[in-house]
């Protein structure tokens, strides 16, 4: 299977699931393959063939742009090391969950989420320590009678019952079976995780603001807007103030250029963000479908957030080129 074949596959699960799905980012380098949305739910999907080709540069970026842009990151593919990914486990990749096409169509389409998680040690579920502590004093079966049923300690009982450890699947099946209970908790692809795998209930992160060294984007900040820079998004950055989020592009007036707006308002489409090019020199056109390009000279004009929005309101009227 090539890693066109599984990007064909993707598009169509998301389809069947109800989402819009942006253009393809088939632009280098780049920190993602699609944008989705669904209602509330957005996606950045990664597309590779073996999972651990992902580097640690490009998931940092993934996991940024999610959270600055209300989304969820997720890599799927086909393989790990030497071996096919299994169905219904999730693998992290630099905090990020990585699945099979086979477990994202179970989860987007039929509703039915994963319950195992793949760590170094091997194949791991999340119990319900308070389902099974539950169960067990309901067969008036105390920690140290159930440890020697299941042949562990009596403190591996009392982990899992406090939720800070998981279980083998062998260990999850036995217990299921003594307690006659359904103990396995799912795994949600669209939450964050820790490094461990297992959902984080810390406080939510925020983004650092920057004070940009780009020129164009240090103008931008200037003018009152939080700018976060990328490097291998589509975008040069993301720039928000309290009212409009911006995907932001800077380059010369070029062919090159047009073909990266055209993605741009692909994705503003599916982000629900505004999209801005600025360009050194010249422009021959005000907009490129939903992204307004913007001279550099024009912005220098500007004092504030509020008259570059209304430039941006009012050149997403005129004409566009179409790609």
Known sequence: ?????????????????????????????????????????????????????????????????????????LLVGAKTRNQLLEDSVVYMRYDIPAVSVQTFYDYFVEDTPPLVSASPGGLYVSIDGDVLKEARQKVSMSLGSLASELGVSRRTISKYEDGNMDASIDIVLHLEE????????????????????RIEVSPEETIEKQTPDDGILNMLHTLGYQVMS??????????????????????????????????MSSISCVTMTKSVFIINGEIKAQ??????????????????????????DERTKKPSIKT
């Open 1 to 73: 299977m090539t890693k066109e074949i599984l990007i064909h596959q993707i598009v169509d699960v998301l389809k069947q699931a109800g989402f819009i799905v942006s253009k393809r980012c088939n632009i280098r380098p780049r920190s993602f393959d699609l944008a989705a949305r669904n209602a509330e739910t957005l996606l950045f999907c990664k597309v590779l063939y073996n999972i651990d080709g992902l580097n640690e540069e490009t998931a940092k970026e993934m996991r940024c742009l999610a959270r600055y842009l209300g989304g969820s990151a």
């Open 178 to 197: 003594i307690l006659d209970v359904a103990l396995a908790q799912s795994i949600d692809l669209l939450q964050r995780f820790d490094k461990l795998g």
């Open 230 to 263: 990328t490097s291998q998004a589509p975008f040069r950055a993301i720039s928000k103030d309290t009212s409009d989020t911006l995907l932001t592009g800077i380059s010369n007036y070029s062919s090159a250029m047009i073909k990266r707006a055209d993605l």
């Open 287 to 312: 907009n490129v479908e939903n992204t307004v390009l913007i001279e550099k000279r024009e912005l220098d004009q500007l004092s504030g957030t509020e008259e570059l929005a209304e430039l941006i």
